[in-house]
């Protein structure tokens, strides 16, 4: 039973999401609502980490799964995909490298904000 409210909540705050996704007039993806809406009920206090951290860790390990379909239909539209493949390789490893990069340096500052206030 824990299980499925823990669900619950996770589902009903993706469908708060999805709510806000229609009713703003902004481009930003409904998963990205949800996930803003449970980190902030998580920081205030709002949603209790217990409430849904075993569903939580479960979708995180099952996540790997959830990329097969993709990659299933890259498979299935090789053809229209074939002529910019050039294009496209370039912008994800420029990606890649970009948040690599970004990643690096905000970790970087975050170690020595800490080690700073810790002095």
């Known amino acids: 039973m824990r299980y499925i409210r823990q669900c619950l909540i996770i589902l009903g705050i993706s469908l708060i999401g999805e709510i806000l996704k229609y009713i703003l007039p902004l481009p930003i993806p409904a998963s ?41 239909g890259l498979m299935t539209s090789w053809e229209i ?3 910019s493949i050039m294009p496209v390789s ?19 500052a975050i170690i020595r904000k800490s080690k700073e206030q810790r002095k």
Request: cysteine-free; glycine content about 10%; hydrophobic content about 60%.
């Open 90 to 108: 370039v912008i994800t490893v420029l990606t890649i490298i970009t948040v690599m990069v970004a990643t690096g340096l905000v970790s970087q």
């Open 81 to 83: 995909l074939k002529s």
């Open 32 to 72: 990205i609502y949800g996930m803003v809406l449970l980190f902030a009920g998580l920081m205030t206090g709002w949603i209790k980490l217990e409430n849904v951290k075993e569903t939580g860790t479960f979708l995180i390990e099952i996540m790997p799964l959830m990329f097969i379909p993709a990659g299933v």
